[in-house]
């Protein structure tokens, strides 16, 4: 298993157009978690999953961020109708359930520049 | 609720010098405890982490950091600087026994002088 991957690296896209990105999480980790990070910021937490279930999202995460992980593997985060404010880098981390035993992984992340 | 403080925003050291990174967690019961660089670009790589026992904590590339509960703070630290330390470093906290979200603090950049 070569870490947590996530696809695309960049993503340039004009305001108003739906971008997707998806994750692959550590296969053993059944934690799955999405992050987005501003210039100068450090990661704020959008949501989580463990398995399939979507266990708490961000008051961040508006009605036009919307996230999935249909079989408890890979993850996608959508966000519809992007706008400047998107500018970020998405960022995505797995862990076991006791995360206290290998802590969270984060893959590269994936920048999103909206024009 | 849970938060992070980094109060220093940038760090300058001389290569060869020693370092110190503060943080300061908020958190009403035992926190797992973690430090995190990141590079220009690229994602996070964990340094160390607490969980419990022990308060000073080995980490890699000869970071350290001691966990002291009465001062809330988690402070990095390596005795000798070296010029590819030069980073952004983040620490965050999880609570409870089965982890979840992680909270980040604003983060350190790290400038090392030559």
């Known amino acids: 298993d070569t870490g947590v991957s996530q696809d695309p690296r960049h993503k340039i896209t004009k305001r108003g157009q739906n971008v997707t990105f998806r994750c692959d999480p550590i296969s053993e980790h059944n934690r799955l978690y999405w992050y987005r990070q501003t210039l100068g910021q450090g990661p704020e937490f959008l949501t989580y999953?463990?398995?399939?279930?979507?266990?708490?999202k961000s008051r961040l995460l508006s009605d036009r961020f919307s996230a999935e992980r249909p079989k408890g593997s890979f993850s996608t985060l959508e966000i519809q109708r992007t706008e400047q404010g998107d500018s970020a880098m998405y960022l995505c981390?797995?862990?076991?359930?006791?995360?206290?035993?290998?802590?969270?992984?984060f893959g590269s992340g994936t920048r999103l520049t909206v024009v | 609720a849970q938060s992070v403080t980094q109060p220093d925003i940038h760090i300058t050291v001389s290569e060869g010098a020693s370092l110190e990174l503060r943080c300061n967690y908020s958190?009403?019961?035992?926190?797992?405890l973690f430090w995190y660089v990141q590079s220009p670009g690229q994602g996070l790589q964990l340094l160390l982490k607490y969980f419990s026992g022990d308060t000073l904590v080995q980490g890699i590339k000869g970071f350290e950091a001691e966990f002291k509960r009465s001062q809330s703070s988690f402070n990095l630290r390596k005795p000798s600087v070296h010029w590819s330390d030069a980073a952004e470093y983040f620490c965050?906290?999880?609570?409870?026994?089965?982890?979840?979200?992680?909270?980040f603090g604003q983060g350190t950049e790290l400038s090392v002088k030559p």
């Open positions: 958190y009403g019961a035992t926190p797992y």
């Open positions: 965050a906290v999880a609570g409870g026994n089965q982890g979840g979200k992680l909270i």
């Open positions: 981390a797995s862990s076991p359930t006791g995360a206290s035993n290998s802590g969270y992984t």
């Open positions: 999953f463990q398995n399939e279930a979507q266990l708490e």
